[in-house]
């Protein structure tokens, strides 16, 4: 699919008929118990787009109108070390990816990878902007705030991640002058993470580094819309090294979206499919893991 470091556009475009359905999950212990029954609907959206896009060098791609639509992360994976973090310069570029609005109005996915690596973003579009709301937050902002608080955990509202930025932080001796720089998801043993949750009275998104002994510089958005089913969470692990799937809903005419993060993303060059993704059969959605990442999804229509 990435043969060559090529740049690739995946897109799947679902067209599902309004259903009443109730929510579904799977066993303990891949179920996450902090998210709760929200409900049942009336009718599933109507319309469900489904991106990838991966890339070695800075990159973006239209994927249509923000206009009564609603994208979010449905995956991530390769290497999210920031640009220009072993120059020793002073000036770096923060490694990026996920779907944001561009200058048009459109959305885009897109990367930001240091030159040589890879970077891949996994998006899903559905026909509604329906309560839409949406957030971002900062390493720096957690550390004196705490978590962000987004908005009340509504019957009808559900929430998912839209992108993930690592800042590069300078290092500097004594004299002031920087000798190195540090960065977050490169470190095996101490994992950083990134949630968007429902504590049962809001949801809040959250970015928790790791036991670090250096500093880490992490930004996160994310986005809530309103729902008429929610068709249940989970999260699970992957053993490192190794792979993991999970099957999440197979509802007819449900939606999936990656709600959290945690893990090193420092991939092995080439290693595209080296993070967290959901992808679907029919209509069975599955989340894919591999070398230690965790991953949390939620389900809806």
């Known amino acids: 699919m990435f043969a060559k470091f090529a740049k690739t556009l995946s897109l799947s475009a679902l067209m599902t008929l309004p259903l009443i359905a109730c ?13 709760s029954q929200l409900g049942e609907s009336q009718a599933a959206f109507t319309g469900n787009w489904n991106y990838s896009w991966g890339d070695t060098t800075t990159s973006s791609v239209d994927i249509g109108t923000s206009v009564g639509r609603t994208c979010f992360l449905t995956g991530i994976g390769g290497h999210m070390r920031p640009l220009g ?19 048009n109005g459109n959305y885009e996915l897109y990367v930001q990878p240091e030159a040589g690596k890879h970077l891949i973003a996994y998006a899903r579009c559905v026909n509604s902007a329906a309560g839409r709301i949406e957030v971002s937050w900062s390493t720096g902002e957690q550390a004196y705030y705490g978590d962000k608080v987004i908005a009340a955990a509504a019957s009808n509202r559900q929430c998912f991640l839209k992108d993930i930025t690592n800042f590069a932080v300078p290092l500097k001796d004594s004299s002031g002058a920087i000798y190195s720089y540090s960065w977050a998801f490169d470190d095996k043993a101490n994992p950083d993470e990134v949630r968007v949750l429902n ?39 992957a053993a490192d090294p190794g ?14 979206g990656l709600t959290g993060i945690n893990g090193h993303f420092d991939a092995a060059l080439g290693d595209w499919s080296d993070g967290v993704s959901i992808t679907t059969s029919g209509s069975q959605f599955v989340m894919n893991m591999e070398n230690g990442k965790r991953g949390w999804a939620a389900c809806m229509k």
């Open 243 to 256: 792979t993991a799937q999970i099957n999440l809903t197979s509802v007819s005419g449900a939606t999936c």
């Open 23 to 35: 929510g579904g999950g799977l066993e303990e212990p891949a179920v996450d118990e902090s998210l």
């Open 199 to 237: 504590d049962g009275s809001y949801w809040k998104l959250t970015i928790k580094g790791g036991a670090h002994t250096y500093p880490v510089n992490i930004h996160a958005s994310a986005v809530c819309l309103d729902i008429n089913e929610f068709d249940g969470a989970w999260t699970w692990k």
């Open 85 to 103: 973090a072993y120059l020793y310069s002073g000036g770096t570029y923060p490694a990026r990816a996920g779907v944001r609005k561009a200058a």
